[in-house]
């Protein structure tokens, strides 16, 4: 079946560091990739996609290219905030599930950002 | 203006209760799912409908009753409640085009608290 590897935490980093989060996985046929994040306190909200090999999904700063030959979608920032803290997820979808997509997710980082 | 809201936000139980949350999106998505994320934060989907009809049932226990009565709402009732079940829940909702999943959009949690 899809799964998920994502990088263990939890991340602590200072103000203006790079990140990057790593994410890996087993998927029969072609998914789509996702970042997830969750605020302290509150829902998931969509970071980015990419639907097919060699997209690269940016928001907020973040950006992550999906990389077939590797399966891998690694999530990468330049320069961190404060407010970049919180739990990232990376997740699949096979969008031709034909009624039975899902998102399947991974473990979840936690990303601390100190001043 | 939100787009997939559950109710409540918080609920806490004692064990053996009956209790029901609530979500509704003003999407116009046909797909809506419930996922469970647990005190490590992993996420796990348990149900998906598609146009009121049920597609997954991800092994979850027979307490847990999903029920849609049209498809902008899908409602979880847990009968006989477990403090197992405290968890956070979260209520999703995505749109399939010719058999294409677009993305997904989650409301902002129910935590569940079992005392």
């Known amino acids: 079946g899809d799964s998920v590897t994502q990088m263990e935490g939890p991340v602590t980093l200072s103000e203006e560091a790079c990140l990057t989060i790593n994410c890996t996985y087993t998927a029969t046929g072609y998914p789509s990739l996702f970042w997830y994040v969750q605020y302290p306190g509150e829902g998931l909200q969509l970071l980015l996609k990419?639907?097919?090999?060699?997209d690269k999904g940016s928001n907020k700063g973040f950006e992550a290219t999906y990389r077939k030959e590797t399966t891998s979608f690694h999530l990468e920032k330049g320069s961190v905030q404060v407010s970049d803290s919180a739990v990232y997820f990376c997740?699949?979808?096979?969008?031709?599930?034909?009624?039975?997509?899902?998102?399947?997710f991974g473990t979840g980082t936690r990303l601390t950002i100190i001043p | 203006d939100t787009a997939v809201s559950q109710t409540p936000k918080y609920l806490v139980t004692q064990m053996g209760n009956d209790k029901s949350i609530k979500c509704e999106q003003n999407l116009g998505h046909d797909t809506m799912y419930w996922y469970k994320q647990d005190s490590k934060k992993f996420l796990k989907i348990m149900f998906s409908y598609n146009n009121k009809e049920l597609i997954i049932n991800e092994t979850v226990p027979n307490r847990f009753s999903p029920k849609s009565p049209d498809k902008a709402h899908l409602n979880l009732h847990i009968n006989s409640l477990e403090l197992g079940d405290s968890a956070v829940y979260f209520c999703?909702?995505?749109?399939?085009?010719?058999?294409?999943?677009?993305?997904?959009?989650f409301g902002s949690g129910t935590r569940l608290t079992v005392v």
């Open positions: 997740a699949l979808s096979d969008p031709y599930g034909f009624g039975n997509e899902k998102l399947t």
């Open positions: 999703a909702s995505s749109q399939e085009i010719g058999n294409y999943n677009y993305g997904y959009t």
């Open positions: 990419a639907t097919k090999a060699d």
